[in-house]
């Protein structure tokens, strides 16, 4: 059975970092793209950050310069390290897992609640 299993949410002020982490187990983690993306109040939930298999990374425009991506194969982990966060990253933030083309696996979400 194939588990997302989310962690590290909180409140946080303005300004201040968490740092979120991912753990997986049913898959071979390795060889997928993980990524975060979130879900505020009242919008589409939208990608914050994605590492491949390779570690190539990308970003939302949004959280560039302030979220770093980073993935651990031997412990089946990715994090996203949040710095410098801003009221607007409150949000559901959600764990993904694809392999190209069908394969897509989501975790049940963690709050980020950032307070001005």
């Known amino acids: 059975q194939v588990r997302l299993v989310e962690s590290g949410g909180g409140l946080v002020q303005a300004g201040g970092s968490l740092r979120l982490s991912c753990t997986a187990s049913?898959?071979?983690?390795?060889?997928?793209?993980m990524a975060w993306y979130r879900r505020a109040p009242g919008q589409q939930r939208e990608l914050v950050a994605r590492?491949?298999?390779?570690?190539?990374?990308n970003y939302a425009d949004s959280v560039k310069g302030r979220f770093t991506i980073s993935r651990d194969d031997a412990k089946k982990v990715v994090y996203l390290q949040m710095n410098s966060l801003k009221p607007e990253d409150t949000a559901v933030y959600y764990c993904n897992a694809a392999f190209p083309p069908y394969t897509i696996y989501w975790g049940q979400g963690t709050q980020v609640t950032v307070s001005s």
């Open positions: 049913g898959i071979n983690f390795s060889i997928y793209t």
């Open positions: 590492i491949t298999s390779g570690s190539s990374t």
